[in-house]
């Protein structure tokens, strides 16, 4: 087990087709799985549907099972307030540091949300380290 905080998330294939979505989100209802992030990219052909739930080998393991391809990579999450710059100074340290940010995407709480920053998997640790020492709050799944 790592020794820094990251998340868990699925990343799906998902065709441009009718229906695509609800076969992906059924099956996750099916097995009482619920969505904490939800985040879908298009392009014209295909798109890529990220996920957090707080149960991501259930969830990949039920999309599998069900034909859908799912795979889990770790990111970051970090924990924000609702205050001008948050945002910016992440991205300033890991900027800062060279680490490359390949996307982004938010997860809302009741009063402060979080953060989720992709970066490449050979530096995800120097990056919650970093963040870390800098004043940022990191958070793992459990903390979701």
């Known amino acids: 087990m790592a020794d820094f905080n990251y998340l868990e998330q699925l990343s799906i294939f998902v065709e441009n087709r009718q229906g695509e979505l609800y076969s992906i989100t059924s099956v996750l209802e099916k097995e009482n799985i619920s969505l904490l992030s939800i985040v ?26 069900n034909g859908i391809m799912a795979q889990s990579t770790k990111a970051i999450g970090v924990r924000i307030v609702d205050q001008v710059g948050s945002f910016n100074k992440v991205v300033k340290i890991l ?43 990191t958070v793992s799944g459990d903390d979701l």
């Open 40 to 65: 879908l990219s298009d392009s014209s052909e295909f798109g890529i549907l990220r996920l957090l739930t707080k149960d991501t080998i259930a969830a990949k393991t039920a999309l599998v099972e």
């Open 95 to 137: 900027s800062d540091a060279d680490i490359d940010i390949r996307y982004t995407y938010t997860v809302n709480e009741k009063n402060d949300g979080i953060f989720v920053f992709k970066v490449d998997d050979e530096k995800i640790e120097q990056a919650s380290s970093l963040l870390e020492k800098n004043g940022v709050k």
